[in-house]
């Protein structure tokens, strides 16, 4: 019992893990690109969230591969979650698009 729950928090963590990283990546392009220092935020945030993620990997993981591989698993999922949440919204096409003309040979 103790295991699963053990097994059951490597993956949560994985999942907080993630949503810190690839939610801080989101922000950090959201603030980036309208900063008068864009490179500083850029090498900033990736210091700082890569670190915060081995960190928290190597706290999470104990030693233990099992534990290890499950905060991945979780840390994937997240940055499917994410990716979803904050992409832009899909837009169904009702036609096909149409194939652009050609210009007249002369």
Same mark, same amino acid.
Not at 40 to 67: I, K, N, Q
Not at 69 to 90: D, E, K
């Given at each position: 019992?103790?295991?699963?729950?053990? *097994?059951? @928090?490597?993956? &949560?963590? #994985?999942?907080?893990?993630?949503?810190?990283?690839?939610?801080? +990546?989101?922000?950090? /392009?959201?603030?980036?690109?309208?900063?008068?220092?864009?490179?500083?935020?850029?090498?900033?945030?990736?210091?700082?969230?890569?670190?915060?993620? *081995?960190? @928290?990997?190597? &706290?999470? #993981?104990?030693?233990?591969?099992?534990?290890?591989?499950?905060? +991945?698993?979780?840390? /994937?999922?997240?940055?499917?979650?994410?990716?979803?949440?904050?992409?832009?919204?899909?837009?169904?096409?009702?036609?096909?698009?149409?194939?652009?003309?050609?210009?007249?040979?002369?």
């Amino acid at each position: 019992m103790n295991e699963s729950v053990s *097994l059951m @928090g490597a993956v &949560v963590a #994985g999942v907080l893990l993630g949503t810190m990283f690839f939610g801080g +990546l989101w922000w950090t /392009v959201r603030q980036g690109v309208s900063a008068n220092r864009p490179a500083l935020w850029f090498l900033g945030s990736l210091l700082l969230r890569t670190g915060m993620a *081995l960190a @928290g990997f190597y &706290v999470v #993981g104990g030693g233990h591969w099992e534990r290890l591989l499950l905060c +991945l698993l979780g840390f /994937v999922i997240a940055h499917f979650l994410v990716t979803r949440l904050t992409g832009p919204p899909v837009e169904q096409h009702k036609f096909p698009a149409k194939e652009a003309g050609r210009a007249s040979e002369s």
